[in-house]
């Protein structure tokens, strides 16, 4: 009897043991899966809040560009009209010197490569010229050739 009681006993101690191990493990799974929603949260937070600065860089970026334009736009009131003539006047006049100076500059290259093209055209006659001569040369050598082939032939018939 004392037997079968520390049996039950073992028994009751080892279902208890396996029940806590059990209580343990899903503590432990809830634990894991609280913090792992807990992350997941702090993630989508910090991408949510990096977006938020993202846009509040850009709108102050805006804002300054704004407030710089307006400034300029302000000082540009304030001028008096003569200088603000004599300062567009200045500009239209760099502007017609930029541009008179861009023609220049195409008027340059636009010779330069008509004087390549022409001379490309002469070399390319030149080489033609060149070539019907050489033509002209081979076709006398040939005939010249024929010619002693011919003699060679008459002399050595002759020579028999």
């Known amino acids: 009897m004392a037997e079968c ?5 073992e028994r009751g101690e080892r ?3 396996e029940d806590i191990e059990k209580l343990q493990s899903r503590r ?26 993202k846009l509040q860089s850009r709108r102050h970026s805006e804002e300054v560009e704004y407030w710089e334009r307006e400034n300029e736009n ?10 603000a003539e004599k300062l567009r006047s200045r500009r239209h006049s760099e ?9 220049e500059h195409v008027n340059a290259e636009l010779r330069l490569k008509e004087e390549a093209a022409k001379l490309q055209s002469q070399r390319h006659h030149d080489e033609i010229e060149f070539l019907k001569k ?16 011919d003699k060679n032939r008459a002399s050595n018939v002759d020579g028999f």
């Open 74 to 83: 302000l000082k540009a009131e304030l001028r008096p009209k003569e200088e």
């Open 5 to 9: 009681l520390e049996e039950k006993n």
């Open 28 to 53: 432990y799974s809830e634990e894991v899966e609280y913090l792992e929603r807990g992350n997941e949260n702090l993630k989508a937070e910090l991408r949510l809040k990096k977006e938020a600065v």
């Open 134 to 149: 050489e033509r002209e040369q081979l076709k006398r050598e040939l005939y010249l050739q024929d010619e002693l082939q």
């Open 95 to 103: 502007k017609v010197k930029y541009l008179n100076r861009r023609i």
């Open 15 to 17: 279902v208890l043991m």
